[in-house]
């Protein structure tokens, strides 16, 4: 059974430029959420993907937009970058399943954005 | 505004001893809490849960106490080994509010088991 796996691993950019994280989704679960974790921080929900549709997001700006595909891969992308932006990104993803049930989330190792 | 508050940035304990690592939430919608614990480079990899029905879970070296009234979890590790150290992050949902599970986490508590 294959993890959750992210690319690229580190990602440094210039402010106002524009990133795109990627992230595969572990075999078999069908949502993906995508965090931000700042240095010294927990990690900060950004957004839920369930069936290619956002489902639910954290307070963060438009510019924050994502994508999940039908194999329920998904991209996270950022427009406009700013210094705030430097952080690690994580995915995680579970199996939504019935009612009533809890599934947990499996993250992957993330991804280290520096913005300059 | 912290939802969920670890206090404590760090933690050091002997090997065979316990580790007990804490937790505070504000938010009474919250229903259920989990455990993460995190080495670096890795993401942050599931421990262990607790519905708000329930008061304790266990396993193995693991356990969760969930204290409701006053709004506190906590997590102990028995006995306590020195691959345990990692920074280990509580974290909370609403369940019940359908299939938006967004996790609400603390800052971390970086555990440190010495041999």
């Known amino acids: 059974e294959t993890g959750v796996t992210q690319s690229p691993t580190h990602l440094i950019k210039t402010r106002g430029q524009q990133v795109t994280l990627r992230c595969s989704s572990q075999?078999?679960?069908?949502?993906v959420s995508w965090y931000q974790q700042a240095l010294g921080q927990g990690p900060q929900f950004i957004f839920q993907?369930?069936?290619?549709?956002?489902?639910g997001r954290g307070n963060f700006p438009p510019r924050f937009s994502g994508l999940q595909f039908p194999n329920y891969s998904s991209e996270l992308n950022v427009n406009a970058l700013e210094l705030d932006d430097s952080a690690l990104y994580l995915c995680?993803?579970?199996?939504?399943?019935?009612?009533?049930?809890?599934?947990?989330?499996?993250f992957g190792p993330g991804t280290r954005l520096t913005v300059l | 505004d912290q939802q969920v508050k670890q206090n404590s940035p760090s933690l050091s304990v002997q090997e065979g001893r316990i580790s007990i690592l804490n937790c505070d939430y504000t938010?009474?919608?919250?229903?259920?809490f989990l455990w993460y614990k995190k080495y670096p480079a890795e993401g942050p990899t599931f421990l262990i849960s607790i519905s708000s029905i329930k008061d304790k879970n266990e396993d193995g070296r693991f356990t969760v106490f969930l204290n409701k009234s006053a709004k506190h979890l906590s997590l102990h590790i028995v006995p306590s080994q020195p691959g345990d150290s990692a920074v280990y992050f509580c974290a909370a949902s609403v369940r019940s509010g359908g299939s938006n599970y967004k996790l609400t986490f603390g800052k971390g508590t970086l555990l440190t088991v010495n041999p």
């Open positions: 075999s078999g679960h069908n949502t």
């Open positions: 938010n009474s919608m919250f229903d259920y």
């Open positions: 995680a993803s579970r199996s939504e399943g019935q009612p009533g049930t809890y599934n947990e989330q499996f």
């Open positions: 993907y369930y069936r290619e549709e956002e489902n």
